[in-house]
């Protein structure tokens, strides 16, 4: 079973470092002259496929989008990420789960289980139970040749006060954002030591500014995928990847949503804008 990480590399080498987010907003249904209901979610969602599958390295469908409609929403979600797989095309499920470790062990086996309607390549979780608390989450992963992308320095301003915070700890003073980067280096050691990206990804907006710097954070010693919110309407742009991650650029999946979104819902012309912001995305990184 080829790992998580390999597979997000060579789908990265093939399309350009974007991830294309399915976020069905109740304002985004109505610009593509769809109804805020479930028909107007599936429509939504099959021209999002069609326009990225084959296109961009990996989608990303937002899961609370999905949810809004019950469980007629989640099993929309399913087809979706059914329809992903078919297509051959990696999907993140962004659903930030976190939780007790036992309890973690059922949101691992919803997202993660290979008999689960709902398993994605990947899938977003929150620390803030502990990083030791997403070991179940960590290891059916693994075991699955899928991955997990923890949260780190997220996009939103509100973010910083808990992921700056920090403590004096053994080895002098640690963030937040410190532990979680130390806990996916040690998870990704054993990729790096095969010369492969690791499968424990982190989620580090690309708005923060100088907070890895700021934090003396190592990214690039983490072998870790980066995947990097904010590019587009939260107002980041390529450029701004560069400045925020340093020599840890090459590990970076920008991801944006509404902004390549907006293109539809002409399926053609939402292509195009995902590929434009993806080759502008590569061109940025070999630069
Ligand atoms: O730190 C984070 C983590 C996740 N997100 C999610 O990414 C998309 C961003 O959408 P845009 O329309 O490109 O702003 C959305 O699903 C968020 O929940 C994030 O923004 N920041």
């Not at 496929?49 to 390295?57: L, Q, R, S």
């Not at 297509?87 to 993660?112: E, F, N, P, W």
């Not at 620390?127 to 992963?141: E, H, K, Q, V």
């Amino acid at each position: 079973m080829t790992p998580f990480g390999a597979r997000l590399s060579e789908a990265m080498d093939t399309h350009g470092p974007l991830c294309a987010g399915i976020d069905p907003h109740a304002g985004l249904l109505q610009a593509w002259g769809l109804a805020d209901d479930v028909d107007g979610l599936a429509t939504f969602a099959s021209r999002c496929v069609e326009a990225f599958a084959g296109t961009v390295a990996c989608v990303k469908p937002q899961s609370a989008f999905f949810e809004r409609f019950g469980s007629a929403g989640v099993a929309v979600l399913e087809k979706t990420l059914a329809d992903l797989r078919e297509a051959g095309t990696l999907a993140i499920l962004d659903v930030k789960r976190g939780d007790i470790g036992s309890t973690m062990g059922g949101y691992a086996q919803a997202y993660l289980g290979e008999s689960s309607p709902l398993r994605a390549d990947a899938i977003t979780v929150s620390p803030y139970l502990g990083y030791g608390s997403l070991r179940p989450a960590l290891d059916l992963a693994a075991e699955q040749g899928r991955g997990v992308f923890v949260l780190a320095l997220t996009s939103n301003p509100e973010g910083a006060s808990v992921q700056h915070a920090s403590r004096a700890g053994e080895g002098g003073k640690e963030s937040v954002a410190g532990s979680v980067v130390a806990g996916v280096t040690a998870d990704n050691v054993a990729a790096a030591a095969e010369g492969r990206l690791g499968s424990v990804g982190m989620v580090v907006g690309a708005t923060i500014g100088s907070a890895v710097s700021d934090l003396g954070l190592d990214l690039a010693a983490a072998n870790a995928p980066l995947l990097a919110p904010g590019v587009g309407a939260q107002g980041a742009t390529a450029e701004d990847l560069r400045a925020v991650f340093g020599a840890a650029l090459p590990a970076v999946l920008a991801s944006s949503s509404r902004d390549v979104l907006s293109a539809g819902p002409d399926v053609a012309a939402l292509r195009e804008r995902a590929r434009t912001v993806a080759d502008g995305v590569r061109a940025m990184v070999a630069s």
